[in-house]
């Protein structure tokens, strides 16, 4: 409703109708079955609000916006920012001095400052040593009675951020001019600018090269980075709501695009292959990530502020994505979760057990044998007895590019059944917008002993519970899903 109205009525009820109800006073209360008071110094005025000015004789009011003058509250690390100060009967030239804080007093009980801590800008590294440029920095010039600092909110407020238990600073400046000394601006706290990070999400490829220039498309991507994945937005979006960090990337009430995650580094896309396969082992990826990490790590935790770290990682770059985890944990930095999906050569490497990692692979039933699993791992099956099991007359066709390892040190392993698969596609398609639905229910699942019958014949197995997506597991951990292999169940093709 334009406009908006104020009813009252004495000794009733009071109703309020309207957009939006701005209140600027020292102390508002309002409470049901009692009193609503309004209390104000000198009188109450009626009409259209004004901003609040510090009454004082120089410097009125100040204001954060962007590095385009649209006023703020709220910035990413890594955004330019700038702080505009109101004056009044200065002459042009003179200089402001300008402290900033990032403000403690209203933030949770919980958090252990108790006073606003000064920040002193341009610092020279995070660890609290020497500043440079702070004499010119706690300056600002004014002309025709405005006075505009800009700030580049670097990975030392990254770090400030990360320090405080709600992984924000709130900035405010002290402002002092002849007599008029230590102004806050702004006036009210929630005109404070709020500076935070993102979690980031990390994709890392497998082998590309080998289905690029040899066996082609039908057998995986031929590309790295983000054309590796299918459907790579989709596949984005889903990978945010699976994590539960999609309200997380936003900014000033605005939803970033995935292109604006990507600019902005909080969607990172590397590539974990080897350059033929037979020339890595799982450890070498492993090692390998971890170096990247290591010289990397810069831009891998740029603007995080104590935010959390996700990987998803397919085939090859299973290993190398769990050694830059490793790397990044081992250096404080908060791995939320890392998805490995049918990760090739589990049986060589391990991961950290305090990351949590959940492994899928994919199979499928098939009474058609095709030798090129058993040659491609022919050595590891016959070390592991690990060749394709047989159930009645099917064979039981896990992933033949990366057998049924299981990496030490996840939290839990399934292999799941899609009955739709082929040889062709059994290990390319965990790498899908919908392979979180699985994951999800892999979370989910347990198993249980059970007893029924099938073709008037009692059998006695193992099944699974139910779950949310409806997901078949054929192999839950170490522990096979009977009830869910033949004869008990039947292949329709």
């Known amino acids: 409703m334009a406009g908006g109205k104020i009813i009252r009525i004495t000794g009733g009820t009071s109703t309020t109708e309207c957009e939006s109800y701005t209140v600027f006073c020292e102390n508002f209360y309002a409470s049901a079955g009692g009193t609503s008071s309004f209390t104000a110094e000198g009188r109450t005025n009626f009409g259209e609000p004004q901003e609040p000015t510090t009454g004082g004789k120089h410097i009125v009011k100040g204001y954060w916006t962007d590095e385009n003058d649209n006023k703020i509250t709220e910035a990413l690390i890594g955004e330019t920012v700038k702080f505009h100060i109101e004056t009044k009967d200065i002459p042009n030239g003179d200089k402001i001095e300008m402290i900033l804080f990032d403000e403690d007093i209203h933030k ?3 958090d252990s400052n108790e006073s606003n801590d000064q920040i002193l800008l341009y610092p020279a590294s995070s660890d609290g040593k020497a500043m440079t440029e702070y004499e010119e920095s706690k300056y600002a010039i004014v002309e025709n009675n405005k006075a505009v600092k800009t700030i580049i909110l670097s990975e030392y407020f990254s770090w400030l951020a990360s320090q405080e238990e709600d992984k924000t600073v709130e900035l405010f400046f002290s402002c002092s001019y002849g007599e ?3 102004e806050i601006l702004p006036i009210q706290f929630h005109d404070y600018l709020l500076v935070k990070g993102l979690p980031k999400v990390i ?4 082998q590309w090269r080998l289905a690029k220039y040899s066996f082609g498309e039908m057998v995986g991507p031929t590309q790295p980075k983000k054309p590796y994945w299918y459907e790579g937005d989709k596949t984005l979006d889903n990978s945010k709501k699976y994590f539960v960090i999609f309200d997380k990337f936003k900014i000033r009430n605005q939803e970033l695009t995935n292109e604006e995650l990507e600019t902005k580094n909080f969607v990172l896309y590397y590539d974990g292959s080897s ?3 037979a020339d890595q082992s799982g450890k070498d990826r492993f090692a390998n990530g971890r170096k990247f990490a290591e010289e990397n790590f810069e831009e891998i935790t740029n603007g995080l502020a104590g935010n959390e770290i996700y990987f998803i990682s397919h085939s090859e770059g299973g290993a190398y994505a769990s050694g830059m985890a490793d790397y990044l944990h081992e250096k404080g930095i908060t791995i939320g979760e890392h998805i490995l999906l049918s990760p090739d050569e589990g049986d060589e490497f391990s991961i950290n057990p305090e990351i949590p990692s959940y492994q899928l692979t994919y199979m499928f039933f098939s009474s ?7 040659i491609i791992n022919y050595e590891k099956n016959k070390i592991a007895n690990r060749g394709f099991k047989k159930w009645g007359k099917y064979y039981a ?3 033949w590019v990366t057998n049924e390892f ?15 698969l082929d040889w062709g596609s059994v290990h390319g398609s965990t790498n899908d917008k919908f392979v979180f639905n699985k994951i999800n229910d892999l979370k989910e699942v347990t198993y249980h002993e059970a007893i029924g019958e099938v073709d008037g014949k009692g059998y006695s197995g193992i099944a699974q519970s139910a779950t949310t997506n409806k997901t078949i597991f054929y192999r839950i951990d170490d522990q096979y899903i009977s009830v869910n292999c033949p004869p008990i169940s039947k292949i329709k093709k």
């Open 275 to 277: 350059y033929a396969g």
């Open 108 to 110: 949770s009980e919980i």
């Open 406 to 420: 299981r990496v030490k040190g996840t939290k839990k392993m399934g292999i799941a059944r899609l009955d739709y």
């Open 203 to 206: 994709f890392v490829n497998g």
């Open 397 to 399: 066709i896990v992933d």
């Open 368 to 374: 058609i044998w095709n030798p090129t699993g058993t």
């Open 180 to 182: 008029q000394k230590n």
